[in-house]
Each structure stands twice: as structure tokens, then as C-alpha cells.
């Protein structure tokens, strides 16, 4: 059985890092627009847990989700925290389409 452990900094930079790489270049462009500096945010429904904002948009941020290993939404409670975890498990290119910066068919 594995443990888990929270992502360290590191780690979501790496994640971020490669799957930007990925990107095509009109959709790295959608996403630097909206990339802001790291920074951690707690989670409120998990006490002395946090993870790591990469980018907001829309009065949402983007943060890696450490459990499911993925990037997630959400927007912030009056205290700045995240409410509560969400459960996507999107890649960076997934993420892109569902916040609606790129469409099928975006040739830029």
C-alpha cells in the first residue's frame, strides 16, 4: 500500500513544466495569459493541507490536485481557501478546453 504525501513545490512545477510542453503554442499563449505566480492555498475541508495555485481565471484558481493527480477548479471562500478538494483528474490540455480558453478547431 502506498502512503500519500503532499506535492511539493518542486513536483508541481515539473508537472506544470512538461505538460506546457505539450501544449500547442496558441494554448501555452491561453495559458500564460492567465498563469500567476505559484503560491500555496489551504484547503479548508482538509485542516493543515494546501496546495499549489499555478493560475486564475474567471474568478476560479487552478491548483494541482495532489490526491488525483490532476489539475482542478475551484473558486475561493471568504477566508482565501480552497472549500474543498475537487476529484478531476484533468491534464493541462484537458483543463484548457473545459475552462473554455481554446475550442476544438482553434488554429491560431
Known sequence: MTTWRPASRSYVEDQLTSQLRELARHEREAFEAIGVPFRQVRVADDRGQSVYVVAEHDGQVVYWEDVE????????????????????????????????????????
Request: proline letters at 2%.
Open 69 to 108: 493527480e490532476g489539475w482542478n477548479v475551484s473558486k475561493l471562500d471568504w477566508a482565501g481557501q480552497i472549500p474543498s478538494r475537487g476529484s478531476e483528474q484533468d491534464d493541462l490540455k484537458a483543463l484548457m478546453y473545459r475552462l473554455q480558453l481554446v475550442r476544438l478547431g482553434d488554429e491560431k
